[in-house]
């Protein structure tokens, strides 16, 4: 891993009155105040349409905020210059709702990207891609291309993609949203994973079941575009000592 890590005792992530709106219209996500404190789990949740796609995209650096300060791995984001972002973007493991494999590459290559990205050998990479299409049950087809995947399949492999050269920050978007329980807990078991080596972990999701089957997780919830705290677990607003 390249580049800054978070200032000691500092926040992996910090939010401090951050709004965002689209175009001209009203702002979607309003007074965003929280930290995500390295080495935890969140899980994001909320009504459809409260906002939870916007606020992480926000973390995984696809949206400016309009309004407020976003701080990442303790950099300011609002001034940091564009050549730094592919950088900072390096950092950060993203499932996104729709996959967004690349159509071209195998299952087998589309895993093996970031860590191509990252320089390690094709020698070197062999092992942990093969232990990761195992682990997500994809052996089989690891020569598919994504259109000849079904949803719940294209779902791990974009799973396996986000976690495989091991991020300091995890993203993931209604990760289990096409696969059955048994999968779920299962993708929910490499999160966990992640996060035991140190990785910080922020899941959204509507799936209370998955929610219910983790220890040591803290709750954040959106209701139409602002962020409630209904477990105290969050600081809220942030603590600025
Ligand atoms: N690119 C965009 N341009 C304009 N409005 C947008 C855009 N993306 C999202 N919105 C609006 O922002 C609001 C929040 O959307 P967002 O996708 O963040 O919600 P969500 O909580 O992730 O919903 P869901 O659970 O259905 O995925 C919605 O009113 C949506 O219509």
């Known amino acids: 891993m390249s580049g800054s890590t978070p200032r000691s005792g500092g926040a992996m992530v910090e939010f401090d009155g951050v709004g965002l709106r689209y175009g001209p219209d009203a702002e979607v996500l309003r007074d965003i105040s929280f930290n995500l404190q390295p080495g935890s789990f969140y899980f ?57 494999l690349i159509p071209h ?12 990205v990252a320089g390690v050998s094709e020698e070197d990479l062999a092992g942990p891609v093969g232990e990761m299409l195992s682990w997500i049950g994809l052996s089989e087809r690891a020569d598919a291309r994504p259109a000849t995947l079904s949803g719940g399949e294209q779902q791990r492999v974009a799973i396996a993609r986000a976690v495989i050269a091991r991020p300091q920050l995890l993203v993931a978007d209604e990760p289990t949203g096409n696969v059955d329980p048994d999968m779920a807990m299962r993708l929910l078991g490499l999160f966990e994973a992640l996060n035991r080596l140190g990785t910080t972990v922020v899941v959204a999701t509507h799936d209370i079941h998955l929610i219910s089957r983790i220890e040591n997780v803290q709750m954040m919830r959106l209701e139409k575009g602002r962020l409630a705290d209904p477990t105290g677990a969050l600081r809220y607003p942030p603590n600025r000592s």
């Open 44 to 100: 994001l949740t909320g009504p459809s349409g409260a906002g939870k796609t916007s606020l992480l995209k926000m973390l995984y650096l696809a949206q400016r905020p309009s309004r407020g300060i976003v701080r990442l791995f303790g950099e300011d984001l609002g001034h940091m210059p564009r050549h730094r972002l592919p950088g900072f973007r390096r950092r950060i493991g993203v499932v996104f709702q729709d996959f967004r």
């Open 105 to 116: 590459l195998t299952a087998r290559d589309n895993i093996a990207l970031p860590l191509r």
